[in-house]
């Protein structure tokens, strides 16, 4: 017998994953219309005439729902297919380090270890020395059937980030998939938002501030401070702005500044 918890847990991890392949699709209709406006241009080019041409690449249209916990590796209007190398290794992968989120909501400490996501803390350090993240908002709050905040988009809504992807790492840190394919990502728990497919992380990471079940899929990279969780906790208990279980908290979020250092 299937409890109405399990089912509307089941129900949210279906809308989950469709919601990651219609972007993977989205996506790929990006990068052949590109492929073809690319081929336009160079036959026009032969020709002697000159042309410029701006394409969105993120699908714009696409609503914060939709990002449902998944991130877009772009950041801006033209990299949709972006193949930007992710920044070089300049961490002490032997380290600790730490994230400070500094939000109009609270502070948000994250613990973080380099020797298990060495391209994950390398990213986020070499992001937030330049700023990256100051400014940006938190998006999306799910307060149905899985239980986080996501952050991380330059855009705001849920398409953007930094042009370049990184590995997935740390997959197996919350142990083997039960019979329904998920683990559990226990209240605390920060890890990066991806499209679905491997290997798509960008800049976009999500809060766990209930425990959560969802693929083992994206890659844990810290945990957050007793501070930071109470935070976050404050946030999902105000809501999602239009009432819905899913959608920009009601409690607008932004990190002022960002900082990773090492421990």
Do not use: W
Not at 99 to 115: E, P, V
Not at 147 to 161: A, S
Not at 179 to 185: L, Q
Not at 238 to 245: E, I, L, M, Q, T
């Amino acid at each position: 017998m299937v409890s109405s918890d399990q089912r509307r847990r089941q129900l949210a991890r279906e809308k989950f994953e469709r919601q990651q392949q219609r972007r993977e699709e989205a996506r790929r209709r990006t990068r052949r219309l590109t492929a073809i406006i690319a081929s336009s241009v160079a036959v026009v080019a032969a020709i002697g005439v000159g042309a410029y041409v701006s394409l969105d690449g993120d699908d714009a249209k696409k609503t914060s729902a939709d990002a449902a916990a998944s991130a877009d590796p772009s950041a801006s209007p033209s990299e949709s297919g972006s193949s930007a190398p992710e920044p070089a290794m300049k961490i002490d992968k032997k380290a600790k380090y730490s994230m400070s989120l500094k939000t109009n909501q609270g502070d948000i400490g994250i613990a973080m270890d380099a020797a298990k996501t060495p391209h994950t803390t390398n990213s986020f350090k070499a992001l937030a020395d330049k700023g990256y993240f100051d400014g940006t908002k938190c998006h999306r709050l799910t307060t149905q059937g899985i239980f986080v905040l996501q952050c991380g988009d330059p855009k705001g809504d849920g398409t953007g980030g930094p042009g370049y992807t990184i590995p997935d790492e740390n997959l197996t840190a919350l142990g083997k998939a039960g019979a329904d394919g998920s683990v559990t990502f226990p209240a605390g728990t920060v890890a990066m938002a991806n499209t679905g497919q491997p290997g798509t992380g960008g800049s976009q990471f999500f809060l766990v501030y209930k425990d959560t079940k969802l693929p083992p899929s994206y890659t844990p990279f810290g945990t957050m401070d007793d501070a930071g969780l109470k935070a976050v906790k404050k946030i999902a208990e105000a809501g999602v702005a239009d009432g819905a279980g899913d959608g920009a908290p009601k409690k607008a979020v932004t990190v002022e500044k960002a900082t990773v250092d090492k421990v």
